[in-house]
Every structure is written in C-alpha cells, then in structure tokens.
C-alpha cells in the first residue's frame, strides 16, 4: 500500500480553513483507525508564506491535495475525504 500524503492549503484567520483543519483531522483519524495501513501525513502551508501557491489559490482557500492532486477546495466533505482516502489506500 502506498503512503497517502494531505496537503492543506490556506492562510491564517480564515474561518473555512479552520473547520477544513479539523474535519480532516477527523476523517484521518476514522480512517486510520479501521485501516492502520497506509500511513497518511497532512502537511498544511499558507498562501502567505508562498508567492506560487497564493497565486493560484487565492481565491479558493482552503485546498486540500491528496498526493499533490487537488481533492476539494472551499469546503470539504467528510465522506468524499472519506471514499478518495480508502480508494487511495
């Protein structure tokens, strides 16, 4: 099985990017926890921090790449986060 990495891409005080924060959290956690295997990493960056990653996701914070593929951006849905992880796995 291969290794699943999340990247979640926002900026700071943006309400959206913080319940984007704790539903993924919460859908790797119930996803870990029925399938240990594969390891799943969520890595988070800014659009503030990066010219590039502002540039093309200003408008569309938070964003959320599995494996460097854009899964979702604005809001998340828990079970679509869900289905992609299993599939991925």
């Known amino acids: ?9 926002g900026k700071p005080g943006c ?9 993924v959290a919460t859908v790797v956690q119930k996803v870990v926890a029925e399938r ?6 969520v890595e988070e960056r800014s659009i ?3 010219a590039e990653l502002h540039d093309l996701y200003v408008e569309d914070i938070p964003v959320l790449l599995i494996n460097g593929k854009v899964h979702n951006y604005w809001r998340i849905d828990p079970m679509r986060l869900r289905t992609a992880l299993l599939e991925v796995s």
């Open 15 to 23: 309400h959206l990017c913080d319940d984007a924060r704790g539903l």
């Open 36 to 41: 240990p295997s594969p390891d799943i990493t």
């Open 48 to 50: 503030l921090d990066d």
């Open 1 to 9: 099985m291969a290794n699943i990495h999340l990247t979640l891409i």
